[in-house]
């Protein structure tokens, strides 16, 4: 009698702890692509990639490489979700020394609140083949998001999963207009510490303008290959910051047949190019120094000319310093608090230009 008593008393605490453990609630996950994404330059059979490879022939592997990661792409989306979980179908996936890892082949989450995007998450996958929770333990009401996608990766699939049950949809683009961004590895984003902290992310997030981000690190040097790709994107303007990496004697070659390229595809659209930035290891290296003041100074030489030869061509001057010359991460590039002085540098001139082309 005492053992069928027991065993009644057993199989109720087992009963009761049951009852109160929580279940672990199911994940349903949704391909970034099937919600909106913002940023991309064109249309590619990898959504995820920024130029189609197999249609513009003429890069080098790095380039080719390069224009498959999904630096300056965003996934616009609402949800209720208390949890946002991220699963990545990775190619090639970059490690490299001057950049962080939530940059190079994590992800980087905004959410709107009273009219601004406000940084909420960011992160990595310890390994690689699993989900991870970019942010957990909202509070449940509606929100709208913004998730920027690896700068120096490339990525088959992505999926952004939440609790079953909770809303997961997509919005409308929350950028307007459509303006090209081609430039060096500034431009792309190398040495931020998130992949929303690239100049022309920040620039649309404070201006609700949107960047199309096609920079290639070390590789923006005016190429013909270059501008057959822009000739043919669907953009209302273009960016550039096409003077960081080519050589005196590339610039003097290709500027003006590069900009004629792009006009011809494009004609009555603002081109706006960028002065390179002052790079901060130029400060006690005499040869540094000198090699950046006489490119800066060619630069200058020739888009004076080419600013008076060329209708709706425009030179403005970016800043990604402070006095205290403590906003770059490695002599080069600046941090991200230089990138956010370079954004603020460019606003006012770049939308001076734009409105007389009705982009406001």
């Not at 079953?164 to 683009?173: C, F, K, Q, R």
């Not at 006095?323 to 956010?340: A, L, M, N, V, W």
Request: hydrophobic share 35%; charged share 25%.
């Amino acid at each position: 009698m005492k053992k069928v008593a027991l065993s009644f008393i057993v199989a109720g605490i087992s009963f009761l702890m049951c009852a109160q453990t929580p279940t672990t609630p199911k994940i349903v996950y949704t391909e970034a692509s099937d919600l909106t994404l913002t940023g991309k330059l064109m249309n590619t059979p990898n959504p995820y990639h920024r130029v189609d490879t197999v249609k513009f022939k003429g890069f080098t592997a790095s380039e080719n490489n390069q224009v498959r990661n999904s630096a300056g792409i965003g996934v616009a989306f609402r949800t209720n979700a208390k949890n946002i979980s991220i699963l990545t179908e990775y190619g090639d996936v970059g490690y490299p020394n001057n950049t962080g890892g939530f940059s190079a082949r994590g992800y980087d989450l905004y959410i709107k609140k009273d009219g601004k995007w406000i940084w909420a998450g960011a992160g990595v996958p310890g390994d690689l083949k699993k989900p991870f929770n970019v942010i957990s333990n909202m509070d449940g009401t509606m929100k709208e998001c913004l998730l920027y996608l690896p700068i120096l990766s490339e990525e088959y699939s992505v999926k952004i999963g939440v609790e079953e049950g909770s809303v997961l949809e997509a919005i409308p683009n929350p950028f307007r207009y459509r303006i090209g961004i081609f430039g060096s590895s500034f431009t792309h984003g190398i040495s931020t510490s998130r992949a929303g902290m690239a100049y022309p992310a920040i620039f649309s997030r404070d201006t609700g303008l949107q960047l199309l981000s096609l920079g290639c690190s070390g590789n923006c040097k005016l190429q013909s290959y270059f501008a057959d790709v822009l000739a043919a994107a669907d953009v209302d303007a273009f960016i550039f910051d096409p003077f960081s990496n080519p050589s005196i004697e590339q610039i003097e070659e290709r500027l003006f047949p590069f900009i004629e390229k792009v006009q011809a595809a494009h004609p009555g659209k603002p081109l706006i190019f960028q002065r390179t930035i002052y790079r901060e290891w130029r400060n006690f290296d005499k040869n540094r120094d000198k090699a950046e003041a006489d490119r800066i100074a060619a630069a200058d030489s020739l888009m004076k000319i080419a600013c008076k030869k060329y209708k709706d061509v425009y030179y403005i001057y970016p800043n990604a310093s402070a006095k205290d010359h403590e906003t770059t991460q490695d002599g080069t590039h600046p941090s991200d608090r230089g990138y956010q002085l370079w954004a603020q540098s460019i606003e006012k001139p770049v939308k001076k230009i734009l409105r007389k082309y009705g982009i406001k």
